[in-house]
């Protein structure tokens, strides 16, 4: 008997100390690989859900990564015969929304405590929008293109983590890595 409270501390004390120490998924995270973990408590604020509805839904929810670039492309046009120059800019926006497989990661009772992100999975999409006026393109005939006057230079934006569930995005917060040294 004595035996069985001796294994029995031990556990406690061992459940203790497991329960303090901080899990690797303690804090949503993505990597560029798409590989990460979104907590369960990141999934319900994203979503607006209790834990109930988490439990109910957890096996239909996806995830997905979207990326945001801009390119700036500005060209100088002029008017012939005058000293007038016109600088003329556009951006080209580029969305990239890229499916990440994933699996709900539960406890040995099945309750969902987040969802393992096990890397891109090949389903994406991407959509490019110009805002402005078509690249290299004078104000009306009057104005000429300047020659090697065309610059570019491309802003990348840093993945934005969604949990899609019946088609609708919903933004998860992602903790930012912290840097080693």
């Known amino acids: 008997m004595h035996k069985v409270i001796v294994v029995l501390a031990a556990l406690a004390a061992a459940g203790v100390s497991i329960g303090l120490a901080a899990p690797t998924w303690a804090a949503t ?9 979104v907590t369960a408590a990141d999934a319900r604020a994203a979503l607006g859900w209790d834990d109930e509805t988490l439990q109910a839904n957890a096996a239909s929810l996806e995830f997905v990564a979207e990326t945001e670039s801009v390119t700036e492309i500005s060209w100088e046009c002029v008017k012939p015969g005058t000293a007038e120059v016109l600088t003329r800019r556009t951006d080209l926006v ?4 890229r499916g990440i497989a994933s699996t709900p990661s539960t406890l040995w009772w099945r309750t969902v405590v987040g969802f393992r992100l ?9 959509s490019a929008v110009p805002e402005g006026p078509a ?14 006057s065309s610059r570019s230079a491309e802003q990348k934006g840093e993945p934005v983590l969604a949990a899609v569930h019946a088609g609708v995005q919903h933004p998860v917060p992602v903790a930012l890595p912290v840097p080693v040294g």
Not at 118 to 126: C, K, L, T, V
Not at 135 to 148: F, T, Y
């Open 94 to 97: 580029i969305t990239e929304t």
């Open 118 to 126: 096990e890397g891109f999975d090949g389903r994406g999409a991407s």
């Open 135 to 148: 690249p290299h393109s004078c104000p009306d005939p009057s104005w000429v293109l300047v020659p090697e």
């Open 29 to 37: 995270q993505l990597h560029e690989d798409g590989t990460g973990f």
